[in-house]
């Protein structure tokens, strides 16, 4: 038998869950760095996502050449960190002409 305090405890939950707009890791594709890093940032604050751990999530959310240039940085980097990792996106994609010339090179075989 459900109490009456239980069933109004779990409604209440429901609205609360229902309510909260549902929050994903943007995808990054190369333009505004600083605006991913922004909602990158929020999602893990919200998700208590650890420092480890960004890394790796951060990988997933990468498309196109982004992925390559990502690839490449973290095999590049002998110890890498989400700041250090930051750090080198801006620098990389603040810039379109200096994106366009990565992308070329990287389709060389």
Not at 5 to 16: I, P
Not at 61 to 70: A, D, L, Q, R, V
Not at 75 to 104: D, H, M, Q, Y
Request: hydrophobic share 35%; net charge positive; with cysteine.
């Amino acid at each position: 038998m459900i109490r009456k305090e239980d069933s109004g405890s779990d409604n209440e939950e429901k609205v609360q869950k229902h309510l909260m707009k549902r929050v994903e890791l943007p995808t990054f594709e190369g333009s505004d760095p600083m605006g991913w890093i922004a909602r990158a940032k929020k999602f893990f604050a919200i998700q208590s996502i650890s420092s480890k751990e960004k890394l790796r999530l951060t990988f997933i959310s990468m498309e196109g050449s982004t992925s390559h240039w990502f690839s490449f940085c973290k095999k590049k980097t002998k110890n890498p960190s989400w700041e250090g990792f930051t750090e080198a996106l801006n620098k990389r994609f603040r810039c379109k002409e200096r994106s366009i010339v990565f992308e070329k090179l990287t389709t060389l075989t």
